[in-house]
């Protein structure tokens, strides 16, 4: 029987500029310290194509890869000095390599984890999401962003003295949908992220998904509203937290225009708009999302923003929480999905569909998310414009898992094959098949190929 391993390589940054790199696989664990290596020069660098990637001024790919090499060099050093046998970046070599292992009939993934710690908050501003391997010419595993393999993908962890929360919910998955749409803003396009989520609430025998709908222009269940009937305002701020306390989602994904913006003492914060009762925007600051989900949401296992900036962090060291997406993670919800710059619809709503798809097949919660981002990346080869969509959504994870528990077992014939199992670090495991799970891995449009499915 074959098994799809999903290793697990940990960066972990200090106050003091230092690396811990762990290495964890085949039942062992190798660990090595080291020093960012970053100087006033590399951070005006990086600072600058931040600034560009902000304002979607960084398409070419040679420009993405230089910033991706800035982030790489950053955490373990020039490519030449990984030929050593010491540091992070050896280490980090090995693992991606496998140690010249070859891949079982089930394959490998391997999750790269970065933790940062109490005083280096700051790296968290760092798209890191462009993480891209430099040519070296001595190792096949090199020239290549994190993004576009189907072997390795990049999650993020806050370091928080308390145990994680369970993540794992029997079905059906209870996800709250909200739409948020006022008047003096741009439209939002939801649709496309809507429909997935009530094909897959409505396909199958097995319920999987129970849906509850909260905009302006569909009622509960997802049925749209009749265009000349004239509703009350639906999804204010009020209306959000009420359903979030009768409904105890699993989910809770908004979609919605969202900033960064300085509060009253000068710092700076993330926020995201609810309509007001007139229909104009009044903005929620993250600590108040963060404190009212953690308190109202006690099922909650995910929260996905669908808004532009939702994941930007403050480059300043003395802001220690701030953007919604760390806000949540600090209240140990155990995932948090978000943008970390302003991204178009067109690319959100994909991204979303193909995420959703992967999560109620039960893959891992981070397979999900990096096949949703393999598929963006593929899609930008194509065009220019939305290159560097890949490295816009970001995923802070406490642990690895499914979101729905494995299927109940039913009793097989004697001659039928027993699925793989996908091994998980720390004894979760997934029920998918191993090779079905890599080949989604290279599928390019997943979402579009299950509405085919759907619509037989």
Not at 173 to 194: C, Q
Not at 218 to 237: N, S
Not at 335 to 353: E, G, P, Q
Request: charged share 25%; with cysteine.
């Amino acid at each position: 029987m074959s098994e799809l391993a999903i290793e697990e390589f940990v960066v972990r940054v200090g106050a003091d500029r230092r690396i811990e790199a762990q290495w964890q696989h085949a039942g062992s664990s190798q660990s090595i310290t080291g020093t960012l290596d970053i100087d006033d020069l590399r951070l005006r660098t990086v600072n600058a194509f931040v600034d560009l990637l902000r304002s979607n001024r960084l398409r070419k790919v040679d420009e993405l890869k230089l910033l991706g090499e800035h982030l790489f060099v950053t955490l373990f050093g020039p490519p030449e000095d990984t030929a050593r046998h010491n540091g992070p970046g050896m280490l980090f070599r090995q693992a991606i390599q496998g140690e010249g292992e070859q891949d079982g009939p089930g394959g490998r993934l391997l999750r790269i984890v970065l933790e940062v710690g109490a005083g280096a908050e700051w790296l968290a501003s760092w798209p890191w999401e462009y993480l891209y391997v430099p040519l070296n010419r001595d190792y096949p595993y090199s020239d290549f962003f994190l993004g576009e393999s189907r072997k390795f993908m990049l999650t993020r962890k806050l370091p928080l003295a308390v145990a994680p929360r369970m993540i794992q919910v029997r079905p059906p998955l209870r996800v709250l949908f909200v739409v948020l749409g006022p008047s003096n803003l741009d439209p939002i396009e939801y649709e496309a992220v809507l429909e997935t989520l009530t094909r897959l609430r409505d396909a199958g025998d097995e319920e999987r998904i129970d849906l509850r709908v909260l905009s302006q222009e569909h009622g509960p269940d997802g049925t749209r509203f009749p265009a000349d009937e004239d509703l009350a305002v639906q999804a204010t701020w009020a209306s959000f937290l009420n359903s979030v306390e009768q409904f105890d989602p699993h989910i809770v994904h908004v979609i919605s225009h969202g900033r960064y913006s300085a509060d009253a003492d000068g710092g700076a914060r993330g926020e995201v708009a609810f309509p007001s009762d007139d229909t104009t925007a009044e903005w929620i600051a993250d600590r108040d999302l963060a404190n009212q989900l953690n308190e109202s949401g006690s099922s909650l296992r995910l929260v996905f923003l669908q808004s532009c900036e939702s994941a930007t962090s403050s480059s300043n060291q003395y802001h220690v929480i701030s953007g919604m997406a760390q806000s949540l993670a600090q209240k140990n919800i155990p995932a948090v999905v978000a943008m970390h710059f302003k991204i178009k619809s067109l690319l959100a709503n994909t991204f979303a569909r193909a995420f959703y798809e992967n999560l109620v097949a039960r893959h891992p919660i981070e397979v999900a998310m990096h096949v949703a981002r393999r598929q963006l990346y593929l899609g930008g080869m194509a065009d220019e414009a939305n290159r560097s969509g890949f490295g816009l959504p970001v995923l802070y994870l406490r642990e690895s898992s499914p979101l729905l528990t494995p299927p109940v077992p039913r009793k097989a014939p004697p001659s039928r094959r027993r699925s793989a199992r996908v091994a998980v670090p720390g004894g979760t495991e997934d029920r998918a098949d191993a090779a079905q799970l890599l080949a989604r891995l290279d599928q390019p449009d997943p979402g579009k190929a299950a509405w085919r499915r759907a619509d037989r």
